[in-house]
T-cell receptor
């Protein structure tokens, strides 16, 4: 089956620093990638939709200047949390859809746990 | 996306069939019913989806009522590894998914 990886799996950083999270589709080309955030004991919240070669579409309430998304190739999307603060501590999960897929079978990465001190 | 309603939690004995209900009375004609699950501290995993007809794959069966207002996900022989939060989502194909709170399924030895 289609595999999506994320790196790093866990990161701890100081307040004010920036953190980059990578999402890769390992064995397929992903036209669209999605970024989610999940706080403890809560459900996944979609942050943005990323299409290869174009600007990401952010959900309402998500600051695009704080959460920078780049989808430069069909196998890689990155999320950069800029000037991270403790309230940004969360579980960040990406997902990818197969090129040309007609229904919403998304393949999810294992997630990245961010802790901002 | 269609609003879905699921029980917050369920228990099932190991080896028995787990039947997870989902209400989606406002689902539109072009919206599929998707089921995903999330094992603790992992990314969600696609299980199955359907539009009108019942569906079965190696993981589960999906039974959709004729009026499409509700559905049931069936795990035929639950194992301890099936303990997870199960999400029922109504959405058109090729569009974003909106996750609700899901059902926390606990498989009991």
């Amino acid at each position: 089956g289609a595999v999506v990886s994320q790196h790093p799996s866990r990161v701890i950083c100081k307040s004010g620093t920036s953190v980059k999270i990578e999402c890769r589709s390992l064995d397929f080309q992903a036209t669209t990638m999605f970024w989610y955030r999940q706080f403890p004991k809560q459900s996944l919240m979609l942050m943005a939709t990323s299409n290869e070669g174009s600007k990401a579409t952010y959900e309402q309430g998500v600051e695009k200047d704080k959460f920078l998304i780049n989808h430069a190739s069909l196998t890689l999307s990155t999320l950069t949390v800029t000037s991270a603060h403790p309230e940004d501590s969360s579980f960040y999960i990406c997902s990818a859809g197969l090129r040309g897929w007609s229904y919403n079978e998304q393949f999810f990465g294992p997630g990245t746990r961010l802790t901002v001190l | 996306d269609a609003k879905t309603t699921q029980p917050p939690s369920m228990d099932c004995a190991e080896g028995r069939a787990a039947n997870l209900p989902c209400n989606h009375s406002t689902i539109s004609g072009n919206e599929y019913v998707y089921w995903y699950r999330q094992i603790h501290s992992q990314g969600p995993q696609y299980i199955i989806h359907g539009l009108k007809n019942n569906e079965t794959n190696e993981m589960a069966s999906l039974i959709i009522t004729e009026d499409r207002k509700s559905s049931t996900l069936i795990l035929p022989h639950a194992t301890l590894r099936d303990t997870a939060v199960y999400y029922c989502i109504g959405a058109p194909g090729n569009e974003k998914l909106t996750f609700g709170t899901g059902t926390r399924l606990t498989i009991i030895p």
